[in-house]
C-alpha cells in the first residue's frame, strides 16, 4: 500500500494505524504527485491512498498511478463532501 497526503502527522497517523493491521503493509508514503510517481512505478503496491488536494493534484494522479500500476487500486483521502470531487474521482479510475 502506498499513502500520499502532505499533512506529515495525518499521513503518519494513517500509515502507523494501517500497519498495525494484519495483512497490510506499506510500501511507501509521500506528500505530492512526485511522490506519487515514484511509490507507483518503484513498488506497484496493490492499494494507493490518494490525498484530493496534495501537491500536484490528487485527480490528476489517479490516472498516473493507473497508467504506471495497472493492477493498483486507487482510493481518495479527502475532508471534501462536494460531489465533483467524489464523481471526478470515480470517473478517472478511482476504487472509493
Request: net charge negative; proline share 3%; glycine share 12%.
Amino acid at each position: 500500500m502506498g499513502v500520499v497526503d502532505d499533512h506529515p502527522l495525518f499521513r503518519e497517523g494513517v500509515t502507523r494505524r494501517l500497519s498495525e493491521i494484519n495483512g497490510f503493509i506499506v510500501v511507501g508514503e509521500g506528500a505530492s504527485s512526485d511522490d506519487e510517481a515514484m511509490i507507483a512505478s518503484d513498488n506497484h503496491p496493490d492499494i494507493m491512498l490518494l490525498d484530493v488536494s496534495m501537491p500536484g493534484g490528487g485527480l490528476s494522479a489517479i490516472s498516473d498511478v493507473l497508467a504506471r500500476s495497472h493492477t493498483t487500486k486507487v482510493l481518495m483521502l479527502t475532508v471534501s463532501e462536494e460531489v465533483d470531487t467524489l464523481l471526478g474521482a470515480l470517473q478517472r479510475g478511482a476504487m472509493g
